[in-house]
């Protein structure tokens, strides 16, 4: 039996898998069973990404691809269809999506925060929900379903999006016509990830992007820890993970540095994680690409902003406006990076933006075949399931697509979608495409007719002459109805022309005049040269996007080019060394590979930039002891303990507050965690390498942690009462539980028996063996008594006491300790501790042998450290050699890396600043700032970029003008908001 495609309208729910519900009863008719076959004939078949059969031939049966190729014979019981010059393509794959699955709305919590898990049998942490099983929070949702197959998909990997362990997802066809049984293809599709916390329950931790990170690294050692039998009570979470594990794993970030974190964590772990990315890899495509991962990748490209009003325009950052421009970019940098990535259809407003999304994408440099393989075979491959997904193959599932064109070409469309071999019509092919330009004689007449978009909701414009008549069309089962005004808009007069329309013209049919009277009329369709002349040049010839190039790091005051290090001679500077030969004038500097290889006078250049320094001052960079600038997060308040976590994960490079620094003359800083617990996060020591990568600019082998005492760790002003300890007799004790808890598991780990490993306690047994260092916040004297003693009975040393407001009282002991003081100039009665600080808690700290430094705690004051310093030869005369060394030498000494910093001398990193002047003065400035031989801030550099920036704002903003007056979606302007985060922030992860 021969059928032309379409026409027949007959159903295809035999195609339904009736063969698996075969032993179920029958009661409203005969028991049968179809063994049909549907065959597609005369097609252009596109059986995979770059491969083409014309004229071929395709026979399903039971939902499933029997056989493909040049020439299949039809069986006997076979219902052909003929899709001469029609094309056939697999149907897409949506590998992370929430489809039929509610994500849970968040339970509310108490006046206090929530610090306990709240399930029994389970693991200790509620955000650890990996026994989750899609499966029982799934329904079919025939609207989103309806939706995502006129977008070209036929399966979607379906989860419970809520939770940092995630557990099992579904792999779920779009076969409307079949039941939840027929459309599941696996009920174990893939097991997800994310840094959010479950709405499902409001226990604190983790409440900041490290802590997120920290619980993960720590749930796949316990989940080894627990598949190996150590564990004598049951846990549900860590059995359905480890069980899980033999699926992809799946992880969502939000963004660059959250795939980049993601691929840490996979390295650090060994699980291969696929990374749910978040659309802005461009901008550190080579970091992106080492982290060789696969990626799934959304397309959800944003509108321009509306930037008409110059005052709302002012709102938009540069930051912003880049990424509207370079955003669409994105999957071609991945292409041509040659990352794995599949295409999402996640984030998007509506599966239907899928197409024009790519169609942007395409001109911007993404290839049509790469395309096709990130919906088809790519998520088919990482969910392990290329054999029946993805591909028109034999024994696939029959999932297809049928287009009039290249299924990317915007005049192409997509017929129908079938899935399982059963049909869903998008667009009916017996529909007439009659879209064109009308020459239309009517009554003596001529006008104009335009019809648009004849397939879908038709769409009329009739001219006569150059006036624009009012119209309205009708459009159905081949009759065209039209309705015209008259060419006076005051005389409601209609004029309705009625015809069977046909694929080619002259059309003839009847017209009915104003007054009633039948006529007849004719409509000639014009060729397409003659309507190709009438648009417009802008219409005939498409100008490519101008993308703005990136930058080093990709926002203001970036570098086009990445600084390098090159040979630089500064002739005639006066060079403070903080050595023993103190303050040369008249000195020169030599500054090879990074390095800092001669210090005299008459030196010779050898090739090197020559700096005329005559009159200037030459030191080593300012080092910020105690800073939290360049962080996405600070506290981890969660735990009265996280020395788990690490500032390292929490790094943002892009924070305009590094440049800012290094303009101040700073060059290396300590990334501290903040105080809202007795013991904080391990700290990241930076040098400020301005839009190089984190690894490049932390200093791994300086290992800090801060701690905290005071108002801030017992929680005074902050109104919660849960968390122990609640008085500062109850820090003590915290920490000494704590430190005795390390030492047990120190002894546990050296005995050879086997052990759990607890990334907590391995960072606390590092403070024992003297391996890691403790930067303590601390105000009042008691406690910093208290935390020396604790100290002594565990045989370690504080490190530095960090603000140190009354560390005048105890400068004798905290001498015989041999710990080191950082504070602040002049600071005082900003809280009730503070209350008896005094200026010249530096002068005296020095005065009695202690190692002193002066720090921000502040991304305001850390760019005028220098000016800080001085204020210690104001209160308490210190000498000015010595008062600089408060910001570059000693604080150096008190991070450890004083061999290689914090002074100018033969061997160590070039470090160093130029200023304009001497260094402590008001109106020094810093020329030149360099962090290991490279000049990341020059004065006369950062006026261009500062027109640059103008500049480029200048150009988007016309670029986004141009936009809106083509008739483009807008977005209002808004503003940037940049957070300043210091010791008190919190944070709440959702």
């Keep these: 039996m021969n059928k032309k495609l379409f026409c027949t309208g007959w159903l295809l729910c035999m195609f339904c898998l009736v063969s698996a519900q075969e032993y179920f009863p029958v009661n409203d008719g005969v028991k049968t069973i179809n063994t049909n076959y549907t065959l597609f004939n005369n097609a252009t078949l596109h059986p995979s990404p770059g491969e083409t059969i014309k004229d071929g031939s395709l ?7 029997v056989s493909i190729g040049k020439s299949v014979k039809a069986p006997k019981n076979a219902v052909v269809i003929d899709l001469q010059d029609k094309h056939i393509y ?81 792999l779920v066809a779009l076969n409307s016509d079949g039941n939840t049984a027929e459309r599941l293809i696996d009920t174990r599709s893939a097991q997800f990830f994310s840094f959010d916390k479950s709405n499902l329950s409001p226990q604190s931790y983790p409440g900041s992007i490290m802590g997120a990170t920290a619980l993960i690294r720590q749930v796949f050692v316990d989940a080894d820890w627990y598949a190996k039998g150590n564990v004598d009570t049951r846990d549900l979470s860590l059995e359905a993970l480890n069980a899980n594990m033999d699926l992809p794993q799946i992880f969502v970030g939000d963004g660059l540095y959250d795939d980049l974190r ?10 291969p994680f696929i990374i749910v990315g978040g659309g802005d890899e461009y901008k550190r495509i080579d970091e992106v690409k080492a982290t060789e991962a696969s990626y799934i990748i959304p397309v959800n490209f944003q509108d321009a902003y509306d930037v008409e009003d110059p005052y709302q325009a002012d709102y938009v950052s540069l930051s912003q406006m880049l990424e509207w421009n370079q955003e669409p970019t994105n999957p071609a940098k991945l292409q041509d990076a040659g990352l794995k990535f599949a295409i999402t259809t996640n984030d998007l407003k509506s599966p239907d933006d899928l197409f024009p999304m790519l169609r942007k994408a395409f001109k911007y440099g993404l290839k049509e075949e790469t395309a096709l393989k990130a919906l088809t075979t790519v998520p088919a491959e990482l969910l392990g399931k290329s054999d029946v997904l993805g591909a028109l193959k034999q024994g696939a599932w029959a999932n297809l697509l049928i287009t009039s064109g290249n299924l990317f070409d915007e005049e ?59 119209s309205k069309i009708s459009y159905a089962d081949g009759w065209l109805n039209v309705m015209i005004t008259g060419t006076d808009s005051e005389a409601k007069e209609y004029t309705r022309i009625i015809t069977q329309a046909s694929a080619t013209s002259p059309w003839s049919g009847k017209a009915i005049l104003p007054n009633g009277t039948e006529t007849t009329f004719t409509a000639t369709k014009k060729a397409d040269s003659e309507t190709e002349d009438e648009k417009d040049d802008d219409e005939k010839e498409e100008i490519p996007p101008v993308v703005m190039p990136l930058t080093y790091p990709n926002v203001a005051y970036g570098y086009e080019e990445k600084p390098k290090a090159q040979p630089i001679l500064f002739k005639n500077a006066t060079v403070w060394t903080n050595e023993e030969a103190g ?146 007799m109850g820090v003590q004790q915290m920490f000494t539980d704590y430190f005795q808890r390390a030492r047990e598991y120190q002894t546990k780990k050296s005995s050879g028996e086997a052990f759990r490993k607890d990334y907590e306690l391995e960072t606390l047994s590092e403070i024992l063996n003297a391996e890691r260092f403790i930067t303590s916040h601390s105000y009042v004297q008691s406690e910093i008594n208290m935390l020396m003693k604790v100290a002594d009975s565990f045989d370690f040393r504080i490190n530095t006491f960090t603000h140190i407001l009354e560390g005048y009282k105890v400068a004798d002991k905290m001498a015989e300790h041999g710990v080191a003081g950082s504070t602040f100039s002049d600071w005082w009665a900003y809280k009730y501790e503070v209350n008896d600080a005094i200026p010249y808690n530096a002068a005296i700290m020095w005065s009695q042998g202690v190692l002193t430094g002066i720090n921000s705690d502040d991304a305001e004051m850390s760019r005028r450290l220098n000016q800080e310093a001085a204020k210690t030869m104001k209160y308490g005369g210190v000498p000015e050699e010595e008062a600089w060394k408060f910001v570059t030498l000693n604080p150096a000494k008190m991070l450890h890396i004083d061999g290689r910093t914090g002074s100018i001398k033969e061997g160590k990193d070039a470090d160093l600043v130029l200023w304009s002047t001497h260094p402590m003065s008001v109106s020094a400035v810093a020329e030149k700032t360099l962090v290991e031989g490279i000049v990341y801030f020059d004065i006369e550099k950062d006026k261009e970029l500062e027109q640059e920036v103008a500049e480029k704002k200048n150009k988007l903003t016309t670029m986004m003008l141009g936009a809106k007056n083509k008739g483009l979606k807008t977005q209002p302007a808004k503003k940037e908001e940049k957070q300043r985060l210091d010791c008190d922030t919190l944070e709440t992860l959702n």
Excluded: C
Excluded at 94 to 99: A, H, V
Excluded at 123 to 148: G, M, P, Q, V
């Design 59 to 65: 026979l399903i049966k039971d939902g499933k691809i």
């Design 90 to 170: 697999p149907s897409f794959v949506e590998l992370y999506s929430t489809f039929g699955i509610e994500v849970p709305k968040r339970q509310g919590g108490g006046r206090s925060p929530q610090y306990e898990p709240t399930r029994d049998g389970y693991y200790w942490n509620d955000h650890i929900r990996a026994e989750t099983n899609a499966l029982n929070d799934f329904e079919y949702d025939s609207k989103a379903a309806e939706d995502l197959l006129k977008a070209g998909f036929g399966v979607v990997s379906s989860h419970k999006a809520d939770g940092l362990a995630r557990g099992n997802g579904i």
């Design 262 to 271: 993601i691929a840490s964590l996979s390295k650090e772990t060994g699980v």
């Design 412 to 470: 192409s469309i997509v017929y129908e979608n079938w899935v399982q071999g059963s049909q869903n019509i998008i667009k009916d092919a017996s529909v007439i495409d009659i879209d064109g330009s009308y020459t239309l004689n009517l009554s003596g007449k001529t006008y104009e007719m335009t019809i648009s978009k004849s397939t879908e909701k038709p769409s009329v414009t009739v001219k006569s002459g150059d006036t624009k008549l009012g």
């Design 583 to 728: 303050i040369l004038e008249e000195t020169d500097v030599l500054v090879k590979n990074g390095k800092i290889t001669k210090v005299g006078k008459d030196l010779s250049a050898g090739g090197a930039m020559v700096v005329d320094a005559t009159g200037k001052h030459l030191t080593s960079g300012i080092i910020d002891e105690h800073s939290h600038i360049a962080a996405f997060s600070i506290n981890e308040s969660g735990q009265n303990s996280s020395a788990e976590v690490r500032m390292k994960d929490a790094v943002n490079p892009d924070d305009l507050d590094i440049y800012r620094d290094l303009a101040g003359g700073v060059t290396t800083v300590q990334l501290l965690h903040g105080s809202a617990n007795p013991i904080g996060g391990q700290s990241a020591v930076m040098k400020l390498k301005w839009g190089s990568s984190i690894d490049e600019m932390v200093l791994d082998e300086a290992k800090f942690i801060k701690f905290a005492l005071g108002e801030n760790v017992k929680q005074s002003n902050w109104g919660s009462y849960s968390r122990f300890p609640q008085t500062r």
